[in-house]
């Protein structure tokens, strides 16, 4: 797989621009091929810059001298640029791994969406769709959130892109979306508000996100909603039951991790049919407890809701 | 159960103004029989609702009628007579242009508009407001109307999504969800489609269809070797009524 370092085209690109870029390039390809094909095929080039080229590199003069993997990426740009053949994808997952460190290659270094170009827009939406749900790739997910929020902040669509970021099932992810209501864009803020519009708060910030998110970070499962189901979706949501229980969960599931025992079973069977509120007030209460004395929180969990709720009561004035 | 905050619920009265199996009657007689208590402030809320909720099914069905394309954002497409596309595949209402000129646009010229189902359901929120209101309350109502899907809705209008819901009645949104939706055609991640009664839906893009059938379409957008099939969430997708029935009201 290619380099990271920067080739000569891209910074001609930063320079000149995407015109100027590929004003360079043709004279070159008509003065001197063979500097034109080292330049192009730099270790370091970045895929934006390749996108740019892809009609002068696609000339007989070039044909079948574009390094392999640059070569193929153009293939795969050009199979995902419009009508795409659903079996495409499970081409891709049979594929394996070399198809998914190019489309992970592509992604990387091609975050730079180079125009308000809907080709390549969606060019990058499917890869990002790709590499999540086809190749289980999270390492993406820090790039995945600067392309929704950069996409977001220029007006574009980000649907598909915050889709994917979700679809990734991972709690972990959750602070590069919080770490944006820092940020001194209102856009940003306002988008992170909205992405994580499962969080309970009245006036949302960084600090009372993470802590939220870590109060609650075994308990959390994913619930498939999304931008197109709600303005506002409840991506995750706490299981309750199992805050209570103190057993974290499945991300997918909201099931405890561990199997329950019978017992188990029937004590969260009676604690879904308390009140809301008291279910709540309840899981917060076990959680902290759990954490803060282990030998006292086993003495608590057998009492009856009832004993418990009082207990609570008397000791933090959690039910006033 | 019903209530009304300013006097007794006659449930035989309130019935009898709606012939038997009509959609009217028929939400008011499973409101009645519910176990959950629904408040209102009077009568005349109820049937704003009742009225609206048979709006809203009435307005699919125009949709569904009038054949308004199905297109994904990117493709979108509206009357720049009376929107502005915008490059995420939204429409906002034009200056000078009056909105409810605007929204009575896209129920007489469907075939000028194209987009995905949520924003369609919106469109359909809009002109049942609109049916009920007329043009001049409506206009002073909603003098600003962005069309993109659940994104950036009036504030009057209300739209929220609801869980476990105690009762669902015509006029509600549902989702269908596709977990093992096709990465490469995310536009089948779900479909929003409005409740018309009886065991039938309207679903932009898959049309007027029984449950079954909108998840078999999602079931054939999914990736080979799918595990999962789609599914009918515990969601309702609504308006405020109430806000919109006191606006009404208090600019009587």
């Known amino acids: ?320 | 159960m019903i209530k009304l905050a300013d006097g007794e619920f006659d449930p035989k009265k309130a019935l009898e103004q709606y012939p038997e199996g009509s959609i009217e009657y028929d939400i008011l007689s499973r409101m009645i029989k519910s176990d959950h208590l629904y408040n209102y402030s009077s009568q005349d809320e109820l049937d704003f609702e009742i009225t609206m909720r048979k709006n809203i099914v009435d307005s699919s069905i125009a949709v569904y009628r009038g054949r308004l394309a199905f297109r994904t954002f990117r493709e979108s497409k509206c009357n720049e007579d009376y929107w502005v596309r915008r490059p995420d595949g939204g429409f906002v209402l034009k200056r000078d242009v009056k909105p409810a000129d605007a929204i009575n646009d896209i129920f007489r010229n469907p075939r000028k508009y194209g987009t995905e189902c949520a924003t369609v359901m919106v469109m359909i929120f809009y002109k049942s407001v609109l049916d009920i209101y007329g043009d001049k309350l409506f206009n002073n109502a909603f003098s600003e109307i962005t069309l993109m899907n659940w994104q950036e809705l009036d504030d009057l209008m209300g739209v929220a999504t609801q869980r476990k819901v105690p009762d669902y009645f015509e006029g509600d949104c549902r989702y269908f969800r596709n977990p093992d939706v096709n990465p490469l055609t995310p536009e089948w991640q779900g479909e929003n489609a409005i409740f018309l009664g009886g065991r039938k839906y309207f679903g932009h893009g898959i049309g007027i269809a029984t449950p079954l059938m909108i998840i078999e379409s999602l079931n054939s957008n999914r990736i080979e070797d799918a595990e999962a099939s789609a599914y009918l969430m515990d969601t309702a997708t609504r308006p405020d009524f109430r806000s919109l029935y006191l606006y009404q009201k208090h600019s009587a």
């Open chain 1, 1 to 320: 797989m290619p380099a990271s370092s920067l080739g000569l085209l891209d910074n001609i690109r930063y320079s000149n621009g995407i015109q100027g870029l590929i004003n360079y390039y043709r004279e070159l390809l008509r003065c001197d091929l063979q500097k034109a094909l080292d330049l192009i095929n730099d270790p370091g080039l970045r895929f934006c810059t390749l996108y740019v080229l892809k009609s002068e590199v696609s000339g007989s003069e070039t044909r079948g001298k574009l390094e392999p993997s640059y070569s193929t990426a153009l293939e795969l740009a050009g199979k995902l640029s419009g009508e795409v053949s659903p079996r495409f994808e499970k081409e891709v997952r049979a594929a394996g791994g070399n198809t998914a460190a190019l489309l992970e290659w592509m992604f990387r270094t091609g975050l730079e969406e180079i125009e308000p170009d809907s080709e390549y827009e969606l060019i990058m939406e499917r890869i990002a769709c790709l590499l999540v749900k086809s190749c289980n790739n999270r390492s993406i997910l820090p790039e995945l959130a600067e392309l929704i929020f950069f996409r977001h902040r220029r007006g574009a669509l980000i649907h598909e892109l915050a889709w994917a970021f979700f679809e990734a099932r991972c709690v972990e992810s959750l602070p590069l979306i919080a770490y944006r209501l820092d940020s001194p864009d209102i856009r940003d803020v306002r988008l992170a508000i909205k992405l994580l519009g499962f969080i309970p708060a009245d006036s949302m910030t960084y600090d009372k996100a993470m802590s939220w998110i870590s109060g609650n970070r075994p308990f959390l499962y994913y619930t498939g909603e999304s931008l197109h189901l709600d303005g506002r979706p409840q991506h995750y949501r706490v299981s309750l039951a199992a805050k209570y229980m103190c057993l974290p969960v499945s991300p997918d599931t909201g099931e405890p991790a561990v199997p329950l025992r019978d017992t188990g079973q029937e004590l969260l069977v009676s604690f879904s049919k308390l009140s809301d509120s008291l279910q709540q007030k309840l899981a917060d209460f076990s959680w902290y407890l759990y954490r803060q004395d282990n030998y006292e929180w086993n003495r608590w969990i057998r009492l009856s809701f009832k004993e418990q709720a009082e207990r609570l009561n008397q000791m933090t004035g959690w039910l006033s």
